[in-house]
């Protein structure tokens, strides 16, 4: 699926540019701060007793105490008689210890004025009486020239104040716990239509009858219809169910609120539940809207699992969205969408008519939906024009969206650092060997005796894979090591699409992953630790064999409930709740052991009657450490020009998905 990079790209502008407006602000109030400071401070008039003043235009000199030195206040001059103050300038002398004595003229000076009638008029008298020796006069006192650093500074603390509660009120903070955490998005922001929804065409149609409701609502209350309140979207991660609901809000033209489940949760009880209505009350005003809550299973698991009992946050919160979204009249025009990969765990009154009472699967695009997709995503790539993107689509088999949109990164970022002006289909394929294998390590050097393990070992998973039934073509062999642990790979891959798999074709595939250590054993009569991750997938698919799909000797029995998430590739494992006894758990192992053993020794035999073509196919790897399909056939075909020891081609036949496995490019990792 095309990734929404504007919507992404905006709201990460918008972030920046607040972080960026509030800094400027702060260095702003700093500014501001500093000048008044520095203002007062240079402006800062010296404090005359009235006493003092009357003897200093009396006499025309004083001396007195300024901050614990000596000071002599003469020539007392451009007096400024206010009705509560008298403000002047002075000639200052400071006596502090040679050489420190310091003159300075025209020192200001500020004096408040007696309030009794007899000292004013004396102060009178004394002013007439100088009026030749000192330039005084009356004034009415300036409210702005007096009050102006208060007034600066009370205003920068009242704006400092009204920033601080605002960002106090955002999401997150303990003033605003109970207000919701989601992002409203206007319709220029949203960006993204159904044309960019590429490769889940079904799970389209199914949602444009939102879109009609949402248009036009009136065609459907005019006959007593309503639209589903709750639409949730279901598949495999990746596949691009965030995509597809910007995209009804996008192509319905109204307000879209986003949010994950998990911005509901808070430690503190009930911010959650405060939360949920406080979102619901928005999206009311914002009418008609979409409300968008993706990872739902975070907040709509099943109540009554929780050991903290009824009283747990996460059901509380629950509880108040199961009312929200059936308090809402049916044509309130709100819709909510939810998006999960796990609805197997929701709870069953979330999901329930009159809430979320559809459910769309966004399942695996196929090949032509690949294609589909390949083409959204190569619009701004220079692609070579000999590149074909249904072949591309062909060997992505098993890849959701964004594993399409990494792919074409991939090759790009590849073209680019080998200097092409375009790119190739080699780059396609180096892209899907990085993606599914790893990144080459080229610098690792493994000793002769290691390298010639990895070629046996190798060439048994591809030899095996190459003489066996129902098996998906060996398409490259490489002991280059890649990613974290494989020394070497054998890359399989299928066909067509597949949605069935058969009892053997399991088998076969058991056999291949073991075709690498009995490999080892027949060369080396010695096995290594390489075959880790092989024993392990084929003892798990043994395992499913018996346990999930009857394919055992116990019967068409199910062993293994509560399963997991049909999109996720966890939850396979024995932690599942079992309902047999310990009997029929160790008549599961041993059916186990069978299935794994009888593997073994069809491995064995067919190794053993074409040792030659493994030796050749091993002593051409240690040479060029890559084949190819086509030469793996011809050195078989060479090594053992005789009959295939199972008879394949003929066999085999239209074989429908891997049960167990979701990725259907395939790779027998050793190490």
């Not at 809550?293 to 975070?298: N, P, R, T, V």
């Amino acid at each position: 699926m095309k990734p929404d990079k504007g919507q992404d790209r905006k709201s990460s502008d918008r972030r920046t540019e607040g972080g960026q407006n509030i800094l400027w602000y702060v260095l702003g109030a700093a500014a501001v701060v500093m000048f008044a400071v520095v203002w007062i401070t240079l402006n800062a008039a010296d404090r005359i007793a009235y006493p003092d003043l009357v003897t200093l235009i009396g006499d025309g000199k004083i001396e007195t105490k300024l901050r614990n030195q000596t000071v002599e206040y003469s020539h007392p001059r451009d007096l400024k008689v206010q009705p509560t103050a008298v403000v002047g300038k002075v000639d200052r002398y400071i006596a502090t210890k040679p050489p420190g004595n310091r003159l300075e003229r025209g020192v200001t000076f500020q004096t408040n004025t007696s309030h009794e009638p007899e000292a004013k008029g004396r102060l009178e008298e004394l002013l007439l009486a100088k009026k030749d020796e000192i330039n005084w006069d009356y004034e009415e006192p300036n409210f702005w020239k007096s009050n102006l650093p208060i007034l600066l500074v009370t205003g920068l603390f009242v704006i400092l104040f009204v920033v601080m509660m605002r960002r106090l009120n955002g999401a997150g903070s303990p003033m605003s716990f109970g207000r919701s955490r989601g992002r409203l998005y206007a319709q220029e922001d949203i960006g993204v239509t159904f044309d960019d929804a590429a490769g889940i065409d079904e799970a389209v149609e199914e949602v444009k009858e939102i879109v009609d409701f949402l248009r036009a609502p009136e065609k459907y209350q005019s006959l007593g219809g309503r639209i589903p309140k709750g639409v949730l979207l279901v598949g495999p991660p990746g596949t691009g169910k965030t995509l597809l609901a910007r995209a009804i809000a996008g192509e319905a033209g109204v307000p879209f609120f986003s949010l994950s489940g998990s911005d509901f949760v808070e430690m503190f009880v009930g911010v959650g539940a405060a939360r949920v209505r406080d979102l619901f009350q928005q999206a009311e005003a914002k009418s008609p809207c979409i409300i968008f809550i993706d990872e739902l299973d975070a907040l709509g698991k099943s109540r009554g699992n929780s050991i903290v009992g009824g009283h747990d946050e996460r059901e509380q919160t629950l509880n108040a969205l199961l009312v929200e979204m059936d308090g809402f009249d049916s044509n309130a025009g709100i819709i909510v969408i939810g998006a999960t990969n796990r609805p197997e765990t929701l709870d069953p009154a979330l999901l329930r008519a009159g809430r979320f009472d559809r459910q769309v699967l966004v399942d695996r695009p196929d090949v032509r939906g690949r294609e589909d997709i390949l083409k959204v995503h190569v619009k701004d790539v220079k692609l070579n024009p000999h590149v074909d993107l249904k072949a591309v689509a062909s060997i992505t088999s098993g890849f959701v969206g964004a594993d399409l949109a990494n792919l074409v990164n991939e090759a790009t970022l590849l073209a680019a650092r080998k200097g092409k002006a375009s790119v190739g289909i080699e780059e396609f394929n180096e892209g899907v060997e990085r993606v599914t294998a790893g990144l080459e390590k080229k610098q690792r050097v493994m000793n002769e005796d290691e390298k010639h393990r990895v070629a046996y070992h190798e060439s048994g998973h591809a030899l095996v894979a190459y003489c066996l039934p129902n098996t998906d073509p060996v398409h490259k062999v490489s002991i280059i090591p890649r990613g974290f642990a494989a020394l070497g790979y054998t890359m399989q891959r299928p066909e067509g699409d597949r949605y069935l798999m058969t009892k053997t074709e399991l088998e076969s595939r058991i056999q291949v992953l073991l075709g690498g250590t009995i490999a080892e054993e027949l060369i080396y009569h010695d096995i290594s630790t390489g075959a880790q991750n092989d024993l392990e997938r084929a003892t798990e698919i043994a395992r499913s064999m018996v346990m999930d799909y009857g394919m055992s000797e116990l019967g068409r029995v199910n062993f293994r409930e509560s399963p997991g998430s049909p999109f996720l590739a966890t939850g396979k494992g024995d932690d599942r709740m079992r309902s047999h006894s310990e009997q029929t758990a160790r008549e599961i192992d041993e059916e186990i052991h069978r299935i794994i053993d009888e593997g073994l020794e069809k491995v064995r035999h067919i190794l053993e009657v074409r040792r030659e073509a493994l030796v050749a196919l091993a002593e051409r790897l240690i040479e060029v450490e890559s084949i190819d399909a086509t030469d793996l056939k011809r050195i078989i075909e060479e090594a053992s020009p005789g009959p295939m020891v199972v008879p394949g081609t003929a066999e085999k036949v239209a074989r429908p998905l891997e049960i167990d496995m979701s990725d259907d490019t395939r790779m027998e990792k050793r190490g």
